[in-house]
């Protein structure tokens, strides 16, 4: 009684000597080896017997229109696989369904005898899970070889499983189809070359203009948010939202700003305003702040220390008046400057439409902090009580209690500019 199908492995027809020659290799590599062999038999219309094995039907899917052709040269075509997609029709194509635990599952093999050409490719499949993409990760180990010896034993081994006769077919005089084996595979791998080409000269292009873009982007988002964006997952449905924590909330605001937008020419006030926000960048940044957004002629930034906020404020106005120096003396108006500071526990999220978000923060310390610009002296600051105990400079703030739109009535601490320049030496 012949064996079953289910229960054969054509791997083991490698004899010892031939072992030697085993070797792993990559899904690329044995397209490569298995296309050359399929158009060496196609184009010398060797009417031996065909076997193939795809593992799974749906990877033999993309060979349909190869094996069309393949078929009506040979005397009879199998293919080995799982089914796991429906087949196409094919004549002369005969295809033998695999159980989920049939040793030929794990297996990627070619044999074909005739009496002018013989071939086997014997592998195993060695990594990846085979219910992957096809193809994604995998390696493979065995032998290609055009030796009796392998090919025999392995061919036999199907005749008997599948009950088929094993007489081998006589043809006429052809070419040496070895050698057009040898030229097919040398044509796949110059056409893969090839593609591999023009694909690292896409790459190439694209990886320069994803530079650029890359540039462009961390300019106008905060550090924060660039962090976070190396963790989003776009195709999720909802972002994961990391946990409050205390944030000091820095507002800075150009007092009377919009007089200076109506007088001087759009190219003009851009210029201003980008040379005064490289000022006040460059001091939040050393003090271990983030920018969260620009908004017109003013900046949300947020710190984790109130200490650090608040010096960062004594500082940026520090040198807002080296700023406003240079630019009286280049007949230039003075920007003077209010910030308002709030501490309290904020969130950090993603948020926005499905087709842009970004990295946000809100909580009450953002409208506080927004709502303080106003109270604070030209040139000065006004922080809320959390941040005020936080810093713990009662002798430098004064305190007064005043209402804050949608907050009530609050206890607000500000300073003058004189009053800064001592508190720097206190924090």
């Known amino acids: 009684m012949p064996p079953s199908v289910q229960h054969i492995s054509l791997f083991p027809s490698i004899t010892i000597a031939d072992r030697n020659a085993v070797t792993t290799s990559s899904v690329a590599t044995l397209l490569a080896i298995s296309h050359s062999l399929e158009q060496t038999v196609a184009r010398h219309a060797l009417d031996g017997i065909f076997f193939a094995g795809f593992q799974r039907f749906s990877a033999f899917l993309p060979q349909v229109s190869r094996f069309q052709q393949l078929a009506s040269r040979c005397k009879k075509v199998y293919v080995f696989g799982y089914p796991d997609a429906p087949l196409p029709q094919i004549d002369n194509v005969e295809y033998v369904e695999l159980e989920e635990n049939a040793p030929l599952l794990n297996e990627w093999f070619i044999i074909f005898q005739h009496e002018k050409f013989s071939a086997a490719l014997l592998t195993r499949q060695i990594s990846a899970d085979r219910q992957n993409e096809f193809g994604r990760g995998r390696l493979y180990q065995g032998i290609l070889t055009f030796q009796e010896t392998v090919i025999q034993p392995a ?142 002629d003013g900046l949300m930034a947020f710190f984790d220390d109130p200490h650090e906020a608040l010096l960062a404020a004594a500082e940026i106005q520090a040198r807002l008046t080296y700023f406003n120096a240079q630019n009286i003396s280049k007949l230039l108006p003075q920007l003077d400057t209010r910030i308002g500071i709030a501490t309290g526990d904020c969130a950090i999220a993603k948020v926005g439409s499905a087709d842009r978000r970004e990295v946000s923060i809100f909580g009450d310390a953002v409208n506080v902090a927004s709502r303080l610009q106003t109270y604070s002296p030209a040139n000065g600051v006004a922080v809320d009580e959390v941040t005020y105990k936080g810093t713990g400079s009662s002798l430098l703030l004064t305190g007064r209690d005043v209402n804050v739109k949608g907050k009530g009535a609050q206890r607000i601490y500000t300073a003058e500019f004189e009053s800064l320049s001592e508190l720097k030496k206190t924090l």
Not at 267 to 292: C, E, K, P, R, W
């Open 155 to 296: 061919a036999a081994l199907l005749f008997n499983t599948l009950n088929i006769s094993d007489a081998l077919p006589r043809a006429g005089n052809t070419p040496n189809p070895t050698s057009t084996y040898i030229q097919e595979f040398s044509k796949y791998m110059e056409r893969a070359q090839s593609q591999l080409d023009n694909l690292y000269q896409n790459l190439s292009s694209r990886a320069a203009e994803l530079e650029r873009v890359e540039k462009i982007v961390r300019t106008m988002i905060s550090r924060k948010a660039w962090d976070e964006a190396a963790f989003v997952d776009v195709n999720a449905q909802q972002s994961p939202v990391a946990p409050k924590r205390p944030l000091s909330i820095l507002f800075t605001d150009i007092q009377n700003f919009t007089p200076l937008f109506n007088a001087l020419k759009i190219a003009d006030i851009t210029a201003l305003l980008n040379q005064y926000f490289n000022a006040v960048a460059t001091v939040i940044y050393q003090h271990h702040g983030d920018i969260d957004k620009f908004l017109g």
